[in-house]
């Protein structure tokens, strides 16, 4: 079974920038795409960015332009950059792997952003 770990999250001003990396402890290529999901209290976990094992990404509305997904095969790792973050982005960001047979979630990682 392939674990996901997240890291990077912390606290930032309005405005600031973080990079978010999601470790797997196998190969990424055991999931046809790898996405990154955030969630506050009381809300659903929503889609942020997910990116196809050909490269193919996809954004949430709310962050398109300001954020990116990145994968980097050879050390089996995903990130997400976020520039110009507001307030709103402060949530528990989630790592997740999708194969044909199987689901991965990382632990999460917080992201807090100070106005």
């Known amino acids: 079974q392939v674990q996901l770990v997240e890291s990077g999250g912390g606290l930032v001003q309005a405005g600031g920038s973080l990079r978010l990396s999601c470790a797997a402890s196998g190969s990424i290529f055991s999931f046809n795409a790898m996405g990154w999901y955030r969630q506050t209290p009381g809300k659903q976990r929503e889609l942020v960015a997910a990116?196809?094992?050909?490269?193919?990404?996809n954004y949430a509305d709310s962050v398109k332009g300001r954020f990116t997904i990145s994968r980097d095969n050879a050390k089996n790792t995903v990130h997400l950059q976020m520039n110009s973050l507001k307030p709103e982005d402060t949530a528990v960001y989630y790592c997740?792997?999708?194969?044909?047979?199987?689901?991965?979630w990382g632990q999460g990682t917080q992201v807090t952003v100070s106005s």
């Open positions: 990116i196809t094992s050909v490269g193919f990404t």
């Open positions: 997740k792997g999708t194969g044909i047979t199987i689901v991965a």
